[in-house]
């Protein structure tokens, strides 16, 4: 076992790495809010099907395998498995497991694989009984329809994974844990799902007003160039480029946040007008 004492504590990068210009004003937007880890944990696992199971051999050994999964209303996810795929017999000796999430490399403004949202859910599995049986039953069917086909047969099994541990990594830089009971508390970003077309919206026909939020509401007077690279409830990350170098996650936040799943429309013309107006 490694001792914890000889563990890095930072990357030993050469300095010049980290170093980002700052707003040369007083930035006009309101103080940064983003999403807690345990949001952007439930938002992530609500968003997708897939993940990644692993589970612990008779042996001990770690085994990998990808699963479809649904989830109850609490956040936890609900496997149906196979007793004919090793990682049913698996959790049959040995409940503990996790599963990981990853969110889809897509946005051309992050077109590293590794800049993007994953998280891993951490517990142990238990088969529900009565009323939460039934409830992950129609939240795996919910999820993966074409499980309707196979559900009844005699070896498959409802499992569902009662989170104990949450590890959110949101991209280079971005990480922390949570706990189980923030994690079921949170609620998922309603407009997870029109994120990604509202990113390329901006990026391909808003340059002009993302570049007017950065100089007014970020205070980077001197930008050249913003790029939207993410968006949620509570407003807008920015690539901003300027003769200093680039700043390559400055947060926008919104007037108030989205509690709607079309809220991102209002609330980027909102921003846009307080820009131009200030």
């Known amino acids: ?113 590794l800049d993007h949202g994953r998280v891993t859910l951490a517990g142990r599995v238990a088969r529900p009984e009565g009323e939460r049986l039934a409830a992950a039953r129609a939240a795996h069917l919910a999820a993966v329809p074409s499980a309707e086909i196979y559900i009844d047969f005699g070896d498959f099994s409802l499992f569902v994974l009662e989170v104990e541990r949450v590890r959110w990594v949101g991209g280079y830089g971005r990480m922390d844990s949570t706990d189980a009971a923030e994690y079921l508390a949170a609620e998922p970003d309603p407009v997870a799902p029109h994120a990604a077309y509202a990113i390329s919206h901006l990026n391909e026909d808003h340059s002009d007003a993302l570049l007017e939020m950065a100089r007014v509401l970020a205070g980077f007077t001197d930008a050249t160039e913003a790029i939207c690279v993410r968006a949620d409830r509570y407003g807008l990350d920015l690539k901003i480029r300027t003769p200093r170098g680039t700043a390559p996650d400055v947060r926008i936040t919104f007037t108030e946040p989205c509690t709607e799943p079309n809220g991102l429309r209002a609330a980027t013309v909102d921003l846009a007008k307080r820009a131009r107006g200030a």
Not at 10 to 22: C, K, L, M, R
Not at 26 to 47: C, D, S
């Open 1 to 113: 076992m490694t001792d914890v004492a000889t563990v890095p504590t930072d990357h030993d990068a050469p300095s010049e790495i980290f170093e980002v210009p700052g707003p040369l004003a007083t930035p006009a937007g309101h103080a940064a809010r983003r999403r807690t880890p345990a949001e952007h944990a439930r938002t992530l696992v609500q968003g997708s099907i897939l993940g990644t199971l692993s589970t612990l051999t008779r042996d001990g050994d770690p085994w990998g395998s990808l699963v479809s999964y649904g989830v109850l209303a609490d956040g936890a996810p609900v496997l149906l498995v196979s007793r004919l795929a090793e990682h049913t017999r698996n959790l049959e000796g040995d409940a503990r497991a996790s599963l990981v999430v990853s969110e889809q490399a897509t946005s051309p403004a992050r077109p590293d694989p």
